[in-house]
């Protein structure tokens, strides 16, 4: 027995040894890289939050900003001539030409419309009409209409004859005038 003893005296203690490696190595060891690993997950989804925090607090001023740009959108397509198509918008500014004329005591002999003109996202429509004015008082109240008007038109060509030499009064003018619109 005393054989026996002197094993279990040697095995009881290393079985203890063996057994807090065991333990020290798949226990310890695995919960502590377990806890690093949580450790960082805390971490990355704290700095995470803390950037949707940010968006979240920055949102106010986005949709100002938005709003201020919606707003200088709307201002800037108040410039250009409306029309879903080129043809639309050719017979709006059309009708805007003559409107200006005739409200100043001219007479329409003819219009036509110009071929456009693309430029980028944008088309330069042209109109040309040939009327008979009054007066020159008449002609140039036309012409400041036609210059200061919103949407932006302008007067391409000017071709200005006297309609009768003897009795300088009538004149027939020939207007090319042009307008951006934003239609395909």
Known sequence: MAKKSKILMIAVPLV?????AVVYEYGYLRARTELSDLRDAVSTKSKIAA???ALIAEKPRLEETLVARR??????NSRL?????SAVAA?????VVKGMITA???TIASERVEKPESRGKFRIITV???AVMPDTRALTDTLFAIETQTPYLVV???DIRIRNFREPRDLTVKLKVSGLTGGG
């Open 16 to 20: 203890i040894i063996l057994l807090g």
């Open 51 to 53: 950037k949707y925090r």
């Open 71 to 76: 707003e200088a959108r709307k201002a800037e």
């Open 81 to 85: 001539i409306e029309g879903q198509t």
């Open 91 to 95: 017979a709006g500014l059309q009708n």
């Open 104 to 106: 100043r005591g001219g």
């Open 128 to 130: 040309t009409v040939d």
């Open 156 to 158: 391409r060509e000017l």
